[in-house]
């Protein structure tokens, strides 16, 4: 069974440090989603691409988030610097397309900010 | 505003017992419904989802879940829950073109033995 895959799993940084996060959706998936779970929390979206293009960052912090997916495949998630706050998980997901797809998650990673 | 709301932080069920756990809605126009599980330090499972049709969904592990637009609720249950079945599970609304899920905060069931 086709899988999301993401690393790493898990991350460790100081404050102040510049973290990255990968993400490789179910294979002919064209919506891939970026999603942060604080602990006790219902994920929150932050990124939703459609093939290479962003459809929805209106709850991305985009002075210090930033997030691409240039051909339209894999994606990266990069923050840029690192606060305590964004310790979480940071979870992928991916459908077949926009309209009303299930989403598929992978299994995440969880940043942790000393 | 769009919203999910899982009025109970924890359910607890004796294992072999019917379990339900509660989800309830705000959404403008017609509402996609979902339910996720989660197990520790593991991202989210799809159980089930509601697009149209029939009321009752039935999904995986022998999950179903009732939609009812009157109340607008959608509550998962299961006729007999064994102690696998504990875990976090997440109610969740898709609207308007984009494909945004709105989660809620969650329900932990604890089934014991």
């Not at chain 1, 999301?4 to 991350?11: C, D, E, I």
């Not at chain 1, 604080?38 to 209106?58: A, C, K, R, T, W």
């Not at chain 2, 879940?65 to 249950?77: C, D, P, Y």
Request: glycine content about 8%; hydrophobic content about 35%; proline content about 5%.
């Amino acid at each position: 069974e086709a899988e999301v895959a993401q690393s790493p799993r898990y991350k460790i940084t100081e404050k102040s440090q510049a973290v990255a996060f990968w993400c490789d959706p179910i294979s002919g998936h064209a919506t891939l989603y970026w999603y942060r779970q604080i602990l006790g929390q219902g994920p929150e979206l932050l990124v939703q691409f459609q093939d290479e293009s962003v459809v929805d960052d209106s709850q991305l912090p985009k002075d210090r988030f930033s997030a691409e997916r240039l051909k339209g495949v894999d994606s990266t998630l990069k923050i840029q610097p690192a606060e305590l706050g964004d310790s979480a998980m940071y979870l992928c997901a991916s459908s077949l397309d926009v309209y009303q797809e299930t989403q598929y998650f992978g299994p995440g990673t969880r940043l942790l900010v000393l | 505003a769009q919203s999910v709301a899982q009025p109970e932080d924890q359910v607890n069920v004796a294992e072999g017992n019917p379990l339900t756990v509660k989800c309830t809605y705000s959404v403008s126009g017609n509402p996609y419904l979902f339910w996720y599980v989660q197990y520790p330090n593991r991202g989210l499972q799809f159980l089930l989802k509601y697009i149209t049709g029939d009321n009752l969904v039935k999904g995986s592990y022998g999950f179903e879940a009732e939609f009812n637009k009157s109340q607008t609720s959608f509550h998962l249950k299961k006729p007999s829950a064994l102690v696998s079945d504990s875990a976090l599970y997440f109610c969740a609304v898709s609207f308007g073109g984009y494909n945004k899920l709105i989660f809620g905060a969650g329900t932990r069931l604890a089934v014991h033995p």
